[in-house]
């Protein structure tokens, strides 16, 4: 699993996508991240990601978006799980 801080992310990377429920997104969120939630991210892949383009995963604590990196690798996505630490 790949992992980068936070603060190494250019938006010409790749998109961030903030995986924190709205609620929390609303409160504090990197200004170039986009919010798609974790069940909705994880329930509509297919149709949200493109294969050919690389993706940075973020949420408050890393647990959910350790999780969903992990999966979204296993369907063959290129994504990175990015940390606040």
């Keep these: 699993m790949k992992r980068l801080d936070i603060n190494n992310y250019y938006k010409s990377m790749g998109m ?18 986009i919010n798609i939630p ?4 994880l329930l ?22 350790r ?3 992990s999966i979204l690798e296993f369907y063959g996505y290129d994504v990175t799980q990015m940390s606040y630490e």
């Design 44 to 65: 509509n892949y297919k149709t949200l990601l493109d294969k050919n383009k690389s993706y940075y995963i973020v949420c408050n604590k890393g647990t959910k978006s």
């Design 67 to 69: 999780k969903a990196v």
């Design 16 to 33: 961030l996508i903030d995986i924190q429920n709205q609620v929390d997104y609303q409160k504090y969120h990197h200004p170039d991240s």
């Design 38 to 41: 974790y069940e909705k991210l």
